[in-house]
């Protein structure tokens, strides 16, 4: 499925462009962002090969992300969300955003949007997201899109220098839930 744009209320998600690589390197170069992500901060030139990398496999036949980029309505790059696709009708959920447009709400528009279109479009049946424990604002995105903690994986990414701890949150499809 290619192209893909999901329009949300104020974010939109599409597809990546080579000319998104100084709005990325923005956000991934920002030590205030990347102490949250599960890798260290990325240089201009790491910015501009992730997002050749994201593009060539956005364009494979059998997709296993979707690694959008997350606009406003003047389609200003904001931040980014990714579903990466594993295991049997399963998929883990990202986003990060600009650490100037915290607070307004986009990371929470962005994995909804992901997670509708995870269900409804591509028939998953379970998102997880793993989150640094010292990233609230993230628990807080979790919490709203509906999904559960489910436990703490211990050292379960080396980034900043250090092994870091994650929570581990998941949503199953509300349409194949089953009962306990």
Known sequence: MYPVILAGGVVTLREFRSGDA???HAIIGDDRV???????????????????????????EVRNEY??????????????????????????????????HWGNGYASEAARSLVNFGFAELGLHRITAAIGPDSLASV???????MEYEGRLRDHVFTNGGWR?????????PRQATAL
């Open 67 to 100: 690694y959008l980029a997350a606009t406003l309505a003047d389609d200003r790059l904001i931040g980014f969300a990714r579903l990466a696709l594993g295991g049997v009708e399963a998929a883990k959920l990202g986003y990060a955003i600009h650490a100037d």
């Open 22 to 24: 100084a709005d990325v």
């Open 165 to 173: 701890d994650s929570l581990l949150y998941s949503i199953i499809n």
């Open 140 to 146: 807080a995105v979790a919490g709203k899109v509906g």
């Open 34 to 60: 990347t102490r949250f992500l599960s890798f260290d901060s990325r240089t201009m030139q790491q910015a501009v090969e992730m997002i050749g990398g994201v593009i060539d496999r956005a364009r494979c």
